[in-house]
């Protein structure tokens, strides 16, 4: 059991320093040497769980889901957790940020970045099917285009998020967003009950993160925050 939790705690180590690398240098211009630095840790250890640095990325890829949010009684709800979730992860978890650089790189040309945006569309794809199979969604609603289209339109709004102000406002953009989305997609009744408030995130977060989990998320540097304009509110819930 001791060299388990010492082989989980190495393999997170190293994903750790070649998140923090990836996201310094770039896919293309980082190294297994300074990935190894940054961990401190043995090539042969890091060749044990990683055998590439293309397996590097892929790890950093799937560490943004690796987190268990608590079930609601409305995967519509679930789905808006995600969002704001993965929003406030961006700004405090350098794994995270990690990821979404590197599937955001176009500059890494010898990386296949579709995992990431696949993960990504998997996960909107099984909240909505499971939403519309329990009446949550409109009947006009197309799970596989939804889907796709809500990728997309994060993707772009953290990217301008990030152009701007570092993502400092990320959480609220990302509200605008769901304002915006979610009455073209959502019955009436459940549109009401949603809890989109931009501090969901972080009471989401305390209930499932471990105090050492806690303690290792960095906040980016605070600039000047242009203020982003609010849409029409969604009613929240309780």
């Not at 190894?36 to 060749?47: E, P, S, W």
């Not at 979730?85 to 700004?91: E, F, G, K, S, T």
């Not at 909505?128 to 709004?157: I, M, P, Y």
């Amino acid at each position: 059991m001791a060299r388990q939790e010492r082989a989980i705690r190495t393999r997170r180590t190293i994903l750790e320093a070649a998140a923090a690398v990836f996201d310094e240098r770039g896919y293309t211009s980082a190294t297994i040497g300074e990935i190894l630095d940054r961990a401190g840790v043995t090539k042969g250890a890091l060749y044990f769980h990683f055998g590439s640095k293309e397996e590097l990325a892929v790890g950093v890829f799937e560490e943004q889901l690796a987190i268990a949010l608590p079930p609601q009684s409305s995967k519509l709800q679930e789905l808006v957790d995600s969002g704001l979730v993965m929003a406030r992860r961006l700004r405090s978890e350098p794994l995270v940020r990690a990821s979404v650089g590197l599937a955001l790189d176009q500059g890494a040309m010898d990386l296949d970045r579709t995992p990431a945006f696949r993960m990504w569309i998997d996960q909107n794809t099984q909240l909505l099917t499971e939403a519309k199979a329990r009446g949550e969604l409109l009947q006009h609603v197309d799970v596989a285009e939804t889907a796709e289209l809500l990728v997309g339109s994060f993707s772009g709004v953290q990217l301008l998020s990030q152009l701007r102000c570092q993502r400092q406002d990320l959480e609220r953009r990302v509200v605008v967003l769901f304002e915006h989305f979610l009455p073209s997609i959502t019955v009436p009744a459940v549109l009401a009950r949603l809890d989109i408030s931009v501090d969901r995130a972080e009471r989401l977060l305390a209930q499932v993160r471990t105090p050492e989990e806690a303690a290792v998320t960095v906040e980016a540097p605070v600039p000047s925050v242009p203020s982003v304009p609010s849409a029409p509110s969604v009613p929240s819930g309780a």
